[in-house]
Nanobody, 119 residues
Framework: VQLQASGGGLVQAGGSLRLYCAAS????????MGWYRQAPGKQRELVAA???????NYADSVKDRFTISRDNAKNTLYLQMNSLKPEDTAVYYC??????????????WGQGTQVTVSS
């Protein structure tokens, strides 16, 4: 099983970026997928999550600016980031709780994609 994250880059404050996370492998079921981020010198924090039932939750700092969505047919997670701020600068990691064959239920992490917002 692999999570491939992409879409990061350099953008000016107020701009937008869209992150992608494609899950591949012997995936029988996806329970939840989400995005975390880690800025230099700070702990990794949850940005947004999307459950199998379709419910979502966001960190207070990104509410009304970021939107998480998922394409179940493609096992792909998206994060639309609008009105970006310099404090959004971080490495963004995709994560998923999956049921795979033959491993069963496990948590997986992608490799991270850098988002840099200039002021």
């Amino acid at each position: 099983v692999q999570l491939q994250a992409s879409g990061g880059g350099l953008v000016q404050a107020g701009g937008s970026l869209r992150l992608y996370c494609a899950a591949s492998g012997s995936i029988a079921r996806i329970f939840v997928m989400g995005w975390y981020r880690q800025a230099p010198g700070k702990q990794r924090e949850l940005v947004a999550a999307h459950t199998n039932s379709g419910s979502t939750n966001y960190a207070d700092s990104v509410k009304d600016r970021f939107t998480i969505s998922r394409d179940n047919a493609k096992n792909t997670l998206y994060l639309q980031m609008n009105s970006l701020k310099p404090e959004d600068t971080a490495v963004y990691y995709c994560t998923a709780r999956l049921y795979t064959l033959p491993a069963g239920r496990s948590d997986y992490w992608g490799q991270g994609t850098q988002v840099t917002v200039s002021s």
